[in-house]
């Protein structure tokens, strides 16, 4: 088993290792106290996880209960959370028990911020079920549901006890959702870790344990640093503001991966323009995500995709942070005006 440990508001491990499913419970059990454990996850999870788990945390003595939301990013909304803050009232659950997320990205915010704000903070354990889960969502404290105006407005910093990824699970991933996974992965690496980047050049399955923990690893160490978002964790957006633009154009019909795939080829694209990185760095990104099945580029306009990265929550004041390679392993957080943006995106795309 790999353990990365993580020391931010609070302390936890995250477990990482195949065939930890079944052993939920005994992990579970060493950091929840408290009689009932909450079960949040959606519905194709539980169809081929959810009995499994729940037999783990019975053989520890826990009372089990489950709520369950139909698979999709449309679950992670203000009506489910009610819902869901609801049945753990009607459930009895108390203040010494704890919320286990099993699942993607969406039951996992979903229950973060739940377990944030229900009596102001229960105990709350992540087994995140995507490798986008794994190596992201599930790490960092961040917590959110989706409201009318837009994803992710309305959460909370809440961190987890403890995470458990079983990488077994991710052999029922289809195929296109390992891949949105991947470009999270290639992106720790252009930012951050070249070894990691290289490594990825070799087939991924063999070396999934290493690969999650390096990305964790990653992750932990930029928000240690920048637990509140306010610095250094802008690097974790590298292939975002763009992709953002893709996917909001889309209509969201783009996925997330895909899109941060063909964001951090067009700002590879703008980096070597600029000749802030060289060409091979930027041919390097492109034969990467390309490697791994995800799009390079998009057939919307700099216009179109300018209009839209304006709108980025993370834009401040009148200019925008693109975050651009300068060769693989190092990336830097360029401040852009909105003005120029559009003629940049033409650049990128050229
Ligand atoms: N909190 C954060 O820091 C953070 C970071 C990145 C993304 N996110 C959020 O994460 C969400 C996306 O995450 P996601 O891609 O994991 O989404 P998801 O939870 O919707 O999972 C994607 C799909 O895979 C299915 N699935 C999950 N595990 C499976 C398995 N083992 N086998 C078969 N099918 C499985 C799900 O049912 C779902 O249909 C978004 O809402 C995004 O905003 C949060
Ligand atoms: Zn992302």
Known sequence: MITVSICASKHYDVCIQRGLLPQAGEYIRNVAG????????????????????????????????????????????????????????EQSVTRTDCIVALGGGVPGDLAGFTAATYLRGVSFVQIPTTLLAMVDSSVGGKTAIDLDAGKNLAGAFYQPDLV??????????????????CAEVIKYGIILDEELFDRLKQPIYPQLEQVIARCVQIKRDVVMQDERDLGLRQLLNFG????????????????????????????????AAQNLCSQ??????????????LPTNTNYTAEQLSAAAQKDKKRSGDSIHLILPSKIGRCEIHKTPVAQLQDIMEVGLS
């Open 34 to 89: 408290g009689m009932t454990a909450a079960i949040v996850t959606d519905d194709t999870v539980d169809a081929l996880y959810g009995e499994v788990l729940r037999e783990s945390l019975q053989a520890q003595g826990y009372r089990v209960v489950k709520f369950v939301i139909p698979h999709g990013e449309s679950s992670k909304n203000a009506a489910n959370y009610i819902a869901l803050l609801n049945y753990l009232a």
């Open 240 to 271: 975002h503001t763009i992709g953002h633009a893709v996917e909001a154009n889309s209509n969201f019909a783009v996925s997330h991966g895909s899109a941060v795939a063909i964001g951090m080829c067009i700002a590879a694209n703008i980096a």
């Open 164 to 181: 458990l990824c079983d990488t077994d699970v991710l052999q029922s991933l289809p195929a296109d959702v390992f891949a949105d996974g």
């Open 280 to 293: 091979e760095c930027a041919q390097d990104i492109y034969d990467m995500v390309r490697a791994y099945g």
